[in-house]
């Protein structure tokens, strides 16, 4: 079964530009969920999809946004960038059900921001 | 709200035994998590508590005491390829895939 993959695994964009992930679960899996992780702050949710329906969504401002299709495929957008949102993002996938379910993490998309 | 607490760095020899505590406040508990995330890899699943208790996975163990809200990960006859960043993740009670994760424990093993 192959795994969680993310593209592009390696981004570099300026301040003020917008950004698109792209994350494809484990075939099966419905729950998307993201992931911010910064050598300051850890590993830090942004949100999760279910079904095509936002079910969750983390602390962070409304530049960081996101959606799910009917495949589960998922992207997240991030609008007018700041230097801040340097970081590597990851995606993680579970299901096929409500839970419980351990989450298993793509490679992840390393954004540098400059 | 949620509050985890893992040490910062753990230093161990290899064929050693390291134990990893992990403490935690929640208002709703739903289990608790343990990945593993070697440097500049996505983290992996280790092991899954949701009962009181000691609970073996070959070379690594989980504990929980939902109690004294603490857990440990309990890693046995060490190897270089354990060294790795050690994380703590609580899931909410409204979702299993909104985790909040502790800062992670980084256990370097050496020969």
């Known amino acids: 079964k192959a795994g969680v993959t993310q593209t592009p695994r390696y981004l570099i964009k300026t301040r003020g530009q917008q950004v698109t992930l792209s994350c494809s679960p484990i075939s099966g899996h419905r729950s998307v969920s993201w992931y911010q992780q910064t050598p300051g702050q850890g590993l830090q949710f942004l949100f999760e999809?279910?079904?095509?329906?936002?079910?969750n969504k983390g602390n962070f401002p409304g530049r960081f946004s996101g959606r799910q299709f009917s495949n589960s495929r998922s992207e997240m957008n991030v609008s007018t960038l700041e230097l801040g949102d340097s970081a590597l993002y990851l995606c993680?996938?579970?299901?096929?059900?409500?839970?419980?379910?351990?989450?298993?993490f793509g490679p992840g998309t390393r954004l540098t921001v400059t | 709200g949620q509050n985890i607490d893992q040490p910062t760095e753990m230093t161990a020899t290899e064929g050693a035994i390291v134990q990893i505590n992990c403490t935690y406040q929640?208002?709703?508990?739903?289990?608790l998590f343990w990945y593993q995330q070697h440097a500049g890899e996505a983290p992996t699943f280790l092991s899954y508590n949701v009962l009181d208790g000691l609970e073996e996975k070959g070379r690594f163990s989980s504990f929980l005491s939902r109690s004294k809200g603490y857990s440990y990960l309990l890693l046995k006859e060490l190897q270089m390829k354990d060294s790795a960043s050690y994380l703590c993740a609580l899931p909410t009670t409204d979702s299993w895939g909104k985790l909040q994760f502790g800062a992670g424990t980084q256990v370097v093993v050496t020969p």
């Open positions: 993680a996938s579970s299901g096929p059900g409500q839970g419980p379910y351990e989450q298993y």
């Open positions: 929640t208002s709703g508990f739903n289990g």
């Open positions: 999809y279910f079904s095509e329906t936002q079910r």
